[in-house]
């Protein structure tokens, strides 16, 4: 049996049924895949049904209106060629995620969040119309406010589980120059950090950062602070960005290369080698939105047993303890992360399954071992505990149970609207089979 997996590269048995004509495609498919970008088993199919429907060649560009924004797509179009086809006529994507890999549909299904949450939103409250192929088999047009309302919202962050996307209708957003104004600091520890970047976000609409999470004591959380802000084109450079060159990372690293001494050690490195302590200027659009894009396969370096990606939001009427709380978990159980991103959110959307809400969200990336589980277990404990919850486009490890008492909101709404929009769940996903109690 062939085998799939997430970015997190971590196998599942499945096989990948690709075509152009996407409506026939998905005709009775079990499930949608894009790019394969979320890092878990969101995009995997169950175990008793391993053929998914792959949207990566229904790529095509629809249409685009430049008097109002509006772009229409095929759900496999990704958000890589959306900039570089468009950002030239000076628009681009309203909300982008860290990685441009991902496609229309993947966008939506995940309801994608950037850097400019805290201004702009989730990716679906910049979609203006869905087509769907229902379980059914139906055709159908959502719409935000208007024909199949619920089904809309209930797709917006709902994982595939609502429908297979056809067609995505977006507002792209007008910029005033291809390139950036970044601004950066160090920050000493991770209270600090929290009221820098609540600060930063007052005065920017792109604001995120790295942190240490592994230092530990007073400079728990220290960290490197990014804002920024598409630059006004009389301080822009007057060429246009040339594409950056990639690397690929040729092999995947052995397990014992990353350990808590390795990490510590590149945290220490990373840190430090920002001098002077405030810096700032023009950088490019791919090094400020898309860093590790520049090192293809970069998910190689985690090993042979793959990583998970942690990421929740912890609300704002937790209080400015919250993120070092959270952190004390991981550092006391010997958890160990290169990649330690903080981001400002601001208030949730109407998508019943997304994932933001005001507060700040924290991202872990965690090589799999043997105390994976217990590990998350933990945290997703003080998450709940903190009032918080967790990204599904990131997990593989969140017992049922934890997700439900993260999700008393607007669980039980999503769960009635795929009672009415499929109600013999025929779509499913490994995802919703360990968390929702699907049929596998």
Partial sequence: METLSGWGRIPAPGTQKLSEDLERLTDGAVLCRGLGRSYGDSALPPVGHPEVATTVLADRILGF???SGILRAEAGVS???LNLRLLPRGYFVPVTPGTQFVTMGGAVAADVHGKSHHVDGC?????????MRLADGRVVVAEPDGENEDLFWATVGGMGLTGHILEVDIRMQAVR????????????????YIDSLKDAASKFPMTMGWIDCLSRGKN???????????????????????????????????????????????????????????????????????????????????????FTQYQCVLPESAGRGAARRVLDILTRRGGASFLCVIKDCGPENR???????????????IAV???????????NEKVIEEGGRIYLAKDSFTRPEHFREMEKRRL?????????????????????????????
Wanted: no cysteine; glycine share 6%.
């Fill in 65 to 67: 209106d430049e008097s």
């Fill in 79 to 81: 958000i890589e060629q």
């Fill in 123 to 131: 990716f679906g409250e910049h979609v203006t119309r869905l087509k």
């Fill in 177 to 192: 120059s291809p390139w950036i104004w970044q601004e950066t600091k160090r920050v000493d520890d991770i209270d600090t």
């Fill in 220 to 306: 728990m959380g220290r960290g490197i602070l990014m804002a920024g802000n598409w630059a006004d084109p009389e301080r822009a450079p007057k060429r246009y960005p040339k594409p950056l060159p990639r690397i690929t990372m040729p092999f995947e690293l052995p397990s014992f290369v990353l350990n808590r001494f390795s990490i510590s050690a590149f945290n220490f490195a990373f840190y430090w080698k920002h001098l002077p302590r405030e810096m700032r200027g023009i950088v490019h659009w791919q090094t400020f939105f898309y860093p590790l894009d520049m090192i293809r396969e970069w998910n190689r370096m985690y090993g042979p047993r793959g």
């Fill in 351 to 365: 998508g019943l399954l997304s994932f933001p809400m005001k507060g700040t969200s924290i991202a872990l990336d």
């Fill in 369 to 379: 071992r043997d105390d994976t589980q217990a590990l998350v277990d933990a945290l």
């Fill in 412 to 440: 039980p709404a999503f769960l009635a609207a795929r009672d009415k929009w499929d109600p013999k769940r025929r779509i499913r996903s490994a995802q919703s089979v360990r968390l929702f109690g699907d049929p596998a």
